[in-house]
């Protein structure tokens, strides 16, 4: 759907109350990772806070934040590891947080990711619920945070802020504040370099946007009276299809018969095609904006990004691409995939390394699959566009191969079939199913940062 200016959002207090319970079930799990990385790291007489907040990245964050860009690190090999690589909007919140709190840049670092990591739980419930209903988006929260490197959730890495700025982008994007939405879009570009997906949602949104306004001769890109009400109700059709087993696609909501009344609906749906239903009591209509409006948030979208690469360029002295060769010193570009296809067939030169393999295999064969899935359920285009951005940049980039996990954290749409598959499961089933999960996320995430970790 890209009719984003017709659909109805929850206002902002009743929103924070039907997020509570994924918030609190995102809080335990993570709480639960905590503990046993706690218990696993006390018992290889290692810190886990250090494990959080000073090594790989966080430490160069850290860097960042007390002495500022300038710092790098040169190899035998010749690579030149910079600095300059980081993007500086986590360092600034480290540096503000030292400054008004008694705490260290480390410290200050894993509270900004702790704060950003439930920010991003409540953007990705308010998506979900926006497209599928409630269930639905407790489910996707819960998801997000079992996710085999849910840990990295809690570090002092940029991966919870920019999925924090990312997912309320989207969500002000499918409301329709345009204005909101590129400005959430700038400060993910400040982040980190998939920014560009967020960037890449808003104006593709907004070209269609233009492009239907002209094509209906509407400056306004108001629909006709027999599209309008289907598209009202978009928001929450998915949550019946939940109710009465259909495949979660947010765009078929019933118009022959009343729709089946489900316990987490706060809207009543009308059959009718031929009038806008009034909204429900803490549901609003979002208003429609005006082109001026949707081209200054397409306008602020890139500014972040783009500011941040060109300061890099004329700091190094090296032009607009100078950012480009900062990357390329840490061995990090985009080859289409060449080279993490070379490092995944490598893995069936000997036996106990093809079971890795195949595995590496399987994980993406899931991963195009529910992309493929979103794509046939007909998810908002702004969303197909951010998660295949996310994608591509994730899987077809040559950086360092045990990262990749962690670079699609921030794909959290793709995630969206498979809440919606839990959400139709009976509330013990799918309680008992995400609590395996997160015992298993918590186990995994103690073992891997004890061993090799996050790059």
């Not at 706060?266 to 409006?293: D, I, L, M």
């Not at 994608?391 to 995630?415: D, E, H, T």
């Amino acid at each position: 759907m890209t009719d984003l200016e017709t659909r109805v959002a929850p206002a902002h207090a009743p929103l924070l109350r039907r997020a509570a319970p994924a918030l609190l079930g995102y809080a335990a799990v993570r709480a639960l990772g905590l503990l046993v990385l706690a218990v696993w790291s006390a018992a290889r007489g290692k810190s886990a806070s250090t494990l959080l907040t000073a090594r790989w990245d966080s430490l160069w964050y850290t860097r960042v934040a007390e002495l500022g860009y300038g710092y790098e690190v040169r190899l035998p090999n010749g690579d030149v590891h910079s600095n300059l690589a980081f993007f500086p909007l986590l360092p600034w919140l480290e540096r503000l947080l030292h400054a008004v709190a008694p705490v260290s840049y480390a410290d200050a670092g894993l509270v900004v990711a702790l704060l950003s990591s439930l920010a991003a739980a409540a953007g990705v419930f308010a998506v979900a619920d926006l497209v599928y209903g409630r269930r639905a988006g407790v489910c996707a929260v819960l998801l997000w945070a079992v996710l085999p490197v849910g840990i990295v959730q809690s570090m002092a890495y940029s991966e919870s802020l920019f999925t924090a700025l990312a997912a309320w982008s989207l969500y002000a994007l499918l409301t329709g504040r345009w204005v909101g939405a590129g400005l959430l879009a700038a400060f993910a570009g400040l982040t980190r370099p998939v920014g560009v997906a967020v960037v890449a949602a808003v104006w593709v949104a907004g070209v269609l946007s233009f492009v239907r306004d002209r094509s209906t001769g509407d400056s306004h890109g108001a629909c006709d009276a027999e599209h309008a009400p289907a598209q009202e109700r978009s928001a929450h059709a998915g949550r019946d299809q939940i109710t009465d087993g259909a495949q979660g696609t947010p765009h078929a909501p019933h118009t022959n018969a009343p729709p089946t009344p489900t316990s987490d609906s706060s809207a009543a749906n009308t059959p009718a095609v031929t009038r806008v239903p009034s909204p429900a009591p803490g549901v609003q209509t979002a208003p429609h904006p005006s082109p001026t409006r949707r081209a200054l948030g397409m306008a602020l979208a890139p500014l972040g990004a783009a500011g941040y690469v060109l300061w890099v360029g004329r700091h190094t002295g090296r032009g607009p691409l100078g950012y480009l060769d900062v990357q390329a010193g840490w061995r990090n570009g985009f080859d289409g995939g060449y080279a993490f296809a070379r490092f995944v067939a490598d893995k069936f030169t000997s036996f106990p390394s093809a079971l890795a393999g195949a595995g590496l295999i399987i994980g993406v064969a899931l991963l195009i699959w529910l992309y493929v899935n979103g794509v046939r359920a007909r998810q908002p285009v702004e969303l197909l566009v951010y998660t295949g951005v996310v994608l591509a940049l994730a899987l077809c980039a040559s950086s360092y191969f045990g990262s990749k996990p962690r670079l699609l954290l921030p794909a959290f749409p793709v995630l969206l079939p498979l809440a919606c598959a839990l959400a139709r499961l009976r509330t013990s089933r799918s309680t008992l199913a995400t609590a395996g999960l997160a015992v298993a996320s918590a186990v995994y995430g103690a073992f891997w940062l004890n061993g090799s970790g996050p790059p």
